[in-house]
């Protein structure tokens, strides 16, 4: 496979992704979900996915689509496409699959995919995190990481 058919074959529906995720189940392939906008990717993103990653075998990374982000964060953004965003997280070595969501939230990719450890950034907590409690529920973990001291999408985007 050449690079961009690997980038390509990590860019996927819920149907497949759920396939994949069977089967990494079956193998004792322990699943991280995490997701966000992942506007302006940026060392923070990266150390964040990276320390996600190790928490598992395979990282599914769930993306914020457009209408999803302008709701969010102001018709501003995002600054770039879905398609972009999900380009650039499925590049990278570590992230096992990349999935849209059009929802304000990714409950339902959580509910769907069953995984092993929930991961968000440091602006959260356990009680506040979409899905902690179904992901307990099943017997996965939950986890905060810190972020990494001065990177942000919206500081970078504040400074230009």
């Not at 994949?20 to 060392?43: A, I, K, Y």
Request: proline letters at 5%; hydrophobic letters at 45%.
């Amino acid at each position: 496979m050449t690079p961009l058919e690997l980038v390509h074959d990590k860019l996927l529906s819920l149907t497949d992704l759920s396939r994949r995720r069977c089967g990494w189940r079956v193998v004792s392939q322990p699943t991280v979900f995490t997701n966000g906008v992942f506007d302006l990717v940026h060392p923070g993103h990266l150390t964040y996915l990276a320390q996600a990653a190790g928490l598992g075998k395979r990282l599914i990374v769930g993306v914020n689509s457009d209408a999803s982000v302008k709701r969010l964060k102001g018709d501003s953004r995002p600054v770039m496409s879905l398609e972009a965003r999900m380009q650039l997280l499925a590049s990278l070595f570590f992230v096992d699959g990349v999935i849209a969501f059009e929802e304000d939230t990714p409950i339902d990719l959580i509910q769907a995919l069953r995984p092993d450890v929930l991961v968000k950034g440091g602006d959260y907590t356990e009680a506040t995190i979409v899905g902690a409690p179904e992901v307990r529920s099943w017997g996965g973990s939950v986890e905060v990481l810190p972020f990494v001291d001065g990177y942000s999408t919206t500081r970078i985007l504040a400074s230009l």
